[in-house]
C-alpha cells in the first residue's frame, strides 16, 4: 500500500475546511466563541482566494501526490474538485457571493443572539420547556 491513503486524508481535509469556512459561522449560534476560529478561517480563505497566499493544504496535497507517484496537479483543489462539479465555472463569481451570503447570515445570527444576552436566552429556554410540558398528554 502507498500513500494514496495520504492524498485522500489531505482531500478530506480540504473539504472539511472549505465546508467549514461556508458553515462554520453557524457553530457561533449555539457557541459564541466559536466564532473566532471561524473568522480565522474565513480570512485565511479570503487570502488565498485573493492569491495573497499559497493554500497549505493544496501544497500538502501536491506533496502527497508527488509521494504516491501521482502526475503533479494541473489545478488547485477549487478549480479541480468544486468548479465545474459542484457548480459550473461560469458561476464563480455567484458561487463566490453565495458563499459570502451565507457566511455573512451565519454572523449576523451570531451577532444577534449574542447581543440578546444570557438573560433573554435563559428566558426563552424557559418558555420553551413549558410549552413542551405543555404539549405532553396529560394522564388520567
Known amino acids: 500500500m502507498g500513500y494514496e491513503w495520504l492524498v485522500?486524508?489531505?482531500l478530506v481535509l480540504h473539504f472539511s475546511y472549505v465546508a467549514y469556512v461556508v458553515v462554520g459561522g453557524f457553530l457561533a449560534w449555539r457557541w459564541p466563541a466559536a466564532i473566532w476560529p471561524h473568522l480565522v478561517a474565513c480570512a485565511?480563505?479570503?487570502?488565498?482566494?485573493?492569491g495573497l497566499v499559497n493554500c497549505p493544504l493544496t501544497d500538502a496535497e501536491a506533496w502527497a501526490r508527488e509521494l504516491a507517484g501521482q502526475g503533479?496537479?494541473?489545478?488547485g483543489f477549487v478549480d479541480r474538485y468544486l468548479e465545474?462539479?459542484?457548480y459550473?465555472?461560469?458561476y464563480v463569481a455567484l458561487a463566490q457571493a453565495a458563499v459570502a451570503l451565507v457566511?455573512?447570515?451565519?454572523?449576523?445570527g451570531a451577532y444577534r443572539r449574542r447581543r440578546r444576552g444570557p438573560r433573554e436566552r435563559a428566558d426563552q429556554q424557559t418558555q420553551q420547556a413549558q410549552q413542551a410540558q405543555q404539549a405532553q398528554p396529560t394522564r388520567p
Open 8 to 10: 485522500t486524508l489531505v
Open 88 to 90: 459550473p465555472g461560469r
Open 103 to 108: 457566511v455573512a447570515v451565519s454572523w449576523a
Open 84 to 86: 465545474n462539479v459542484i
Open 44 to 50: 485565511w480563505g479570503g487570502l488565498i482566494v485573493a
Open 72 to 75: 503533479p496537479m494541473t489545478a
